[in-house]
């Protein structure tokens, strides 16, 4: 496995940079390169569990996803790329880069397929981050928090949560997924706190300026530029902050010995539209209101990546038909038509959104609901089937980045788009 990643290095060293490259020494490279990645997914099929032990001590030590593929890339030598090959690939465009981190999915997909080792990475998923242990303190005394891309307070027992990026319509980086998940976890670790409301803030983006904006999903500006990554935006979004909104977050509390995790209910209010990954996190909220000017769409084909945990959790919710209409042709649901209730709980005008969550808030302060709420989630999103999606998503998606077409895409929409 090492001689063969020292063969596809030294096959690529010798090649222009990948967007620079001929048809013919593409496909010199890409021969090089996928004899190095079948050794490496032969290796890890037979010998994930003892790959995952060693770096774990015995999953005892639980370790987030970065620190799991650098760990990896100082133990075994050609599994994952190093640091230096990272370092390298983040100062390049997406065109130009090798795709060093398929071969992190290689290894995420057979971590996450094993019954032994993926339970104990989705776990470690679950703790809160360093960051958020950090300003705990501080929000608990102030009970307001402003990150760079989210502003996070605390009113009345409600955390509310506003997507602040007025420049790129909400649109996700991974600034954007480490802010969220800090702030999920603040929202979560604060015993004051009862319920959780995500939405957008103001724009001043000239075509929406002044008024608010769920999401527009990927920033496909960063993604052209080489700044949207594998593991620290599409894995840890989905295993991260949306997996926590699911979960809630594993730290000790008073309530351990019955239930590991803290958990509290959420609403998502909806202004403008909801596209891509915004669509996406409606999915996992437990009341969703939407203005009736708002639209949600989840334009997947035309940006030829997988739309997270949406394959998965879409079907639930409308249906296999509606979910490939959405999914695989890009149809676009208008708040107001019935096949959007299927994701929507409430629909009001734009004025009433306030009204609405504040009552909202308040029915989901019931003593009951975070019981009842746990269960539902057990039996719509069993954690074993959630895991082993995750595992072929790891890897597809990692495939789906560094796509021709993808790249294409990301250059053309990114000039346009956020």
Not at 162 to 185: G, P
Not at 248 to 255: C, F, I, K, Y
Not at 327 to 335: D, P, W
Not at 375 to 388: G, Q, T, Y
Request: a neutral charge; hydrophobic letters at 40%; proline letters at 6%.
């Amino acid at each position: 496995m090492t001689e063969a990643a020292e063969h596809a290095e030294k096959v690529t060293a010798s090649l222009p940079l990948p967007g620079a490259r001929s048809p013919r020494q593409r496909a010199e490279a890409d021969a090089a390169k996928n004899a190095a990645r079948a050794l490496r997914a032969r290796f890890l099929d037979a010998h994930a569990d003892a790959v995952y032990d060693r770096l774990t001590d015995g999953r005892t030590t639980p370790l987030r996803l970065p620190e799991l593929v650098a760990a990896a890339a100082a133990a075994f030598p050609g599994l994952v790329p190093s640091a230096e090959q990272l370092a390298s690939e983040r100062s390049r465009p997406q065109a130009d880069k090798e795709g060093h981190e398929i071969d992190q999915g290689i290894l995420v997909r057979a971590v996450l397929r094993s019954p032994l080792a993926g339970p104990h990475l989705l776990d470690a998923m679950l703790r809160p981050t360093p960051r958020a242990l950090r300003l705990l303190p501080e929000f608990r005394r102030t009970g307001v928090v402003l990150t760079d891309s989210v502003r996070l307070e605390r009113r009345d027992g409600a955390a509310h949560l506003t997507m602040c990026r007025d420049d790129c319509l909400n649109a996700e980086d991974d600034r954007q997924v480490d802010d969220m998940e800090t702030v999920v976890d603040l929202a979560l670790l604060d015993p004051e706190v009862r319920v959780g409301v995500l939405r957008g803030g103001e724009m001043t983006h000239p075509r929406y300026r002044g008024r608010r904006v769920f999401s527009a999903g990927i920033n496909l500006k960063s993604m052209h530029a080489g700044d949207i990554s594998l593991v620290d935006f599409l894995l840890r979004r989905e295993i991260g902050y949306i997996h926590k909104l699911v979960r809630g977050v594993l730290t000790e509390h008073d309530g351990s010995w019955h239930t590991p995790t803290v958990e509290k209910p959420w609403i998502a209010a909806v202004d403008s539209f909801a596209i891509g990954g915004g669509a996406q996190l409606l999915m996992v909220f437990d009341h969703v209101i939407a203005a009736s000017d708002a639209f949600l769409s989840l334009p997947a084909a035309k940006e030829g990546i997988v739309p997270g945990a949406a394959n998965f959790r879409l079907g639930r919710h409308s249906g296999p038909r509606i979910s490939r209409q959405v999914v695989l042709h890009g149809r676009r649901l208008m708040a107001s038509e019935p096949d959007a209730r299927t994701l929507i709980d409430e629909v009001t005008e734009p004025e009433g959104v306030d009204a609405a969550v504040e009552r909202a808030v308040e029915r989901l302060r019931a003593p009951a609901v975070n019981a009842n709420r746990r269960m539902l989630n057990l039996a719509e999103e069993p954690p074993d089937e959630f895991r082993r999606y995750m595992a072929e998503f790891a890897l597809q998606q990692a495939l789906r980045l560094y796509g021709e077409d993808v790249i294409d895409k990301a250059g053309r929409f990114g000039g346009g788009r956020p």
